[in-house]
């Protein structure tokens, strides 16, 4: 039995060390970031890590400040950014992943940035020295990492770090990343809401749906969870990534400056003082800023219409899940503002959680989650099988792989897919179901392989075989391919077994980044060969049988575009192919529609349709991805 689909396996190599060394949750926030741990007590603790607060700025500063070749982080850098902004790398969240050609990117910078063929954005910093997002954000773990260390006197080796649920495959894996460089084994990547609602015990309950509202410094994100069974799902995520509590400085900013100067130098102090006042007002009714007193319900008015704008977000997200919630957790700085919460109450018709510092109740979930996967005996295994860990796919034409269920995929989760016959009267397929990123079988893992039989004899491309997958709440993966016309079905079920290490599937991940260029290039190369030998063989029967209908210069032309193309696809030139495909496309597209008619006429009079020669001349227009590899040729 080849195994199996298998989430990692948690406790197993890591509980021995517990004593000597911990695992810390950690939110790498956009504007502060937090490290949080699970003590004796089993209670967890956000850390004190910049001068006396929980709070690190994520903000690294590089040189000048510091002394050439220095890196500064958290307040101390963030006193540095006024003189030193090109030096400064603030919010570098919002660059994680995102390639230099992203508009979002150069929206958002007072920086220099490298020129350079690679796509990933770097900054120059500190005269000359050049760090990309990832450098940078593994800069704000390491600080984590060592005042933690500090803090705590032990090691710190591992960690559960939080990202939006939002993020995509190349922001999780720059994040990843970064914990690497920083020292870190990352033991998973956890959604921040999903870390939101385990800090509240909420995977304790049996099912139900929660919102979480998190309006941090400078985004809005809105996500609903459905939890069941212990497996929280991201049923739907929104908001708006310019909108957070540095807006309501500005706005507060707005009132300080009137009827004063707005020199850069005046508008910075100004927004610095707003954002003191904005925090004292939710404590206090009254407060004073830039020589001026501002009440709360100044600022109240000034922020009514950012914070209405989140609710345009939060009823798009309700709309989408179609249900109503039965919580609403509050997440991030600027839902301490008491006008916040009030309009959250609104609505959702209901009081939101708060018990916890919504600063703080990521990292707490993520210290929550990092302690349950080092734990001894984890008694939640359910709920850390949140995630697939590598992509599950098929074996297509030419051994290329065709991903049905992507990699970091919120389990449970399923995924159909039709694929068709490649040959004539071809009755059965070999299913084989494979793991991994790469994009050739022969790279990826073989986890299970079975027949369907009895597909009816059809031309080639005109059997449907639907193949689902699906991976239930305990990980188990199952596949069925079903036969659409006659309905003849076989399945197989896929027993998650302790297959993969961690380090296996770190030693995939990284095998696809380093392959990535020459994985396309293959795979580029098979789909053309595969796609002209089909048309090769389509265009010699049509030739064969229909020959009648060519006049003998234009045979001569298609004979000579069939012998080049053949030339081709001996070749490994997968541009030339293609060129050669679609020349003998050209020349072959009046023949191809004589074929036609001649078809439509003869069925007309009558005919059995598997006389009638599907005109299979341009399979470019067929859209079906096709073709498993025929088992059963009768030929
Ligand atoms: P992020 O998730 O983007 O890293 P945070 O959750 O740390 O951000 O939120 C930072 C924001 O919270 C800042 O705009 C800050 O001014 C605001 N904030 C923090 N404390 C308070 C407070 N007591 N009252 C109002 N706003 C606050
Ligand atoms: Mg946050």
Not at 506 to 532: C, F, G, K, P, T
Not at 575 to 583: L, M
């Amino acid at each position: 039995m080849p195994a199996l689909f298998q989430i990692s396996e948690p406790g197993a190599s890591h509980a021995k060390e517990a004593c000597t060394t911990a695992a810390v949750g950690i939110d790498l926030g956009t504007t502060n970031s937090l490290v949080g741990i699970v003590l004796g007590d089993g209670k967890p603790r956000a850390l004190a890590v910049d001068e006396g607060s929980t709070l690190l700025p994520s903000v690294v500063h590089y040189g000048e400040g510091g002394g050439p070749g220095s890196v500064v982080v958290g307040r101390a850098a963030r006193r540095l950014a006024a003189d030193f902004p090109r030096d400064t790398i603030v919010s570098v969240k919002r660059f994680m992943g995102r390639s230099s050609a992203d508009p979002e990117t150069k929206r958002l910078s007072p920086y220099r940035f490298a020129e350079g063929a690679s796509g990933v954005v770097r900054f120059v910093v500190d005269g000359g020295r050049i760090v990309n997002p990832v450098e940078v954000s593994a800069e704000i773990l390491r600080a984590l990492r060592t005042r933690a260390e500090e803090r705590l006197g032990i090691k710190v080796h591992q960690a559960v770090i939080t990202v939006p649920a939002y993020f995509d495959d190349a922001q999780r894996q720059a994040t990843k990343e970064a914990g690497r460089l920083a020292g870190l084994e990352v033991l998973r990547l956890l959604n921040e809401p999903t870390a939101a609602a385990l800090a509240y015990g909420l995977d304790k309950r049996s099912r139900g749906m929660f919102a979480v509202y998190d309006l941090g410094g400078g985004t809005f994100d809105i996500s609903i969870l459905q939890l069941q069974e212990g497996v929280f799902e991201v049923k739907a995520v929104g908001g708006d990534s310019a909108l957070g509590g540095d807006d309501f400085d500005r706005a507060l900013a707005e009132i300080l400056l009137q009827g004063r100067e707005h020199t850069p130098r005046l508008v910075r102090e100004a927004i610095d003082a707003a954002k003191q006042a904005k925090e004292e007002l939710t404590r206090a009714e009254v407060t004073e800023a830039f020589g001026k007193r501002v009440t709360r319900p100044q600022l109240e008015e000034a922020i009514r219409p950012l914070i209405e704008k989140t609710g345009l977000a939060v009823r798009r997200a309700l709309k989408d899940v179609g249900q109503k919630v039965d919580g609403v957790i509050l997440v991030g700085g600027s839902t301490r503002v008491p006008a916040v919460r009030r309009y959250v109450a609104e609505l959702f018709g209901m009081e939101p959680l708060a018990d916890i510092d919504p600063d703080e109740v990521v990292a707490l979930g993520a210290a929550v989650q990092a302690n349950l996967l080092t734990a001894e005996s984890p008694q939640h295994d359910v709920l850390l099988l949140d995630v697939a860990p590598l992509s599950l796919g098929l074996e297509t034409m030419g051994g290329l792989v065709e991903k049905l269920i992507l990699r970091n995929t919120t389990i449970p989760a399923n995924a159909t897919q039709e694929f068709t016959t490649f040959a004539d009267a071809q009755t059965g397929m070999d299913i084989h179901v494979v793991q991994g990123e790469r994009e050739l079988v022969k790279d990826c893992r073989s986890l299970a392989k079975f027949t369907l039989s009895g597909i009816p004899p059809l031309p080639a491309g005109f059997a449907r075989v639907a193949v689902t997958f699906q991976v239930d709440a305990d990980g188990i993966l199952s596949v069925t391919a079903k036969e659409q016309l006659t309905g003849v079905s076989q399945s197989i079920t896929v027993k998650p077994s302790h297959g993969l290490t961690d380090e296996e599937i770190e030693r995939m991940l990284l095998a696809s980044i380093e392959h990535a260029e020459e994985d396309v290039q293959a795979r580029l190369l098979i789909d053309n060969r595969v796609e002209a030998q089909r048309i090769v063989k389509a265009v010699e029967k049509q030739v064969e049988n229909n020959g009648d209908l060519l006049e003998p210069h234009e045979r001569e032309e298609i004979e000579n575009a069939v012998a080049d193309l053949k030339g081709a696809v001996a070749g490994s030139d997968h541009h030339k192919i293609k060129s050669e495909i679609e020349r003998l496309d050209k020349v072959s597209a009046d023949f191809a529609k004589r074929v036609m008619d001649r078809g439509i006429e003869r069925a007309l009079k009558g005919h059995a349709v598997d006389e009638f020669d599907k005109g299979e001349l341009s399979p470019h227009a067929q859209k079906a991805y096709s073709a498993l590899q025929d088992t059963e040729d009768p030929a």
